[in-house]
């Protein structure tokens, strides 16, 4: 069963409007990331955070924004959509530490924009 | 920067054929190495992992050793399965360090 979950599953929507993708876990992780996935396979690191209040920008510039006011909670928001940004959108989080840690990713939201 | 580099994919199998999926990687220090795979519509899931040079993964039928000498961690399976189709991702990672993926190998299993 996921620990970490995305909303919506599947979005498809009209160029120009707001968007916000919902991640959400219940593990009690401080890290966590978005990944963008292209159609060949590849992960593109976004964006990321390592607690609250803490958030930066991945290898990929993004025109997207992020937030996290909840240890649990990391939205992701375009303020206006646009066909370049249809993808496949995965959050993941991870453990801190010293320690080598996984990532468990959610199942991702995969996002059309027409 | 460290990198992880997979086999050019994609590949296709018969159920029952022997599996081979390499992954070399650039790293300096001792890294962890991951497997992890994405099944279709789905997000990633971790397979297997070794944390030090000649620990051997293994999960669900699949197998990976950590070899330092030849900076290499190949995912192996024995037998291959329909249910087996999916896209595998090798990773690496070095403490309190974000992950670093290859590109992905598609696998797909032809009955």
């Known amino acids: 069963e996921a620990d970490i979950y995305q909303t919506p599953r599947y979005l498809v929507i009209g160029t120009g409007k707001k968007i916000t993708l919902e991640c959400s876990q219940t593990?009690?992780?401080?890290?966590m990331y978005w990944y963008q996935q292209d159609p060949g396979m590849e992960l593109h690191l976004i964006h990321y955070s390592y607690g609250v209040n803490s958030t930066e920008k991945g290898d990929l510039s993004s025109e997207s924004t992020v937030s996290r006011i909840r240890t649990e909670h990391f939205p992701l928001t375009l303020e206006s959509a646009r066909p370049s940004h249809t993808s496949q959108y995965l959050c993941?989080?991870?453990?801190?530490?010293?320690?080598?840690?996984?990532?468990?990713f959610g199942s991702g939201t995969r996002l059309t924009v027409v | 920067g460290d990198s992880v580099t997979q086999m050019e994919g994609p590949v296709t199998l018969s159920e029952e054929a022997f599996l081979t999926i390499n992954c070399t990687y650039t790293a300096t220090g001792y890294p962890s190495l991951f497997w992890y795979v994405q099944y279709p519509g789905e997000g990633l899931q971790l397979l297997l992992k070794a944390t030090k040079a000649d620990d051997k993964g293994s999960n669900k039928g699949f197998e990976a050793t950590y070899r330092k000498e030849t900076t290499s961690f190949h995912l192996e399976k024995g037998s291959v399965q329909v249910s087996d189709s999916a896209v595998y991702f090798c990773?690496?990672?070095?403490?309190?360090?974000?992950?670093?993926f290859g590109q992905g190998t598609r696998l797909t299993i032809n009955p």
């Open positions: 993941a989080s991870s453990e801190s530490g010293t320690g080598v840690y996984g990532y468990t």
């Open positions: 990773a690496l990672s070095k403490r309190a360090q974000k992950l670093v």
């Open positions: 593990m009690g992780h401080d890290k």
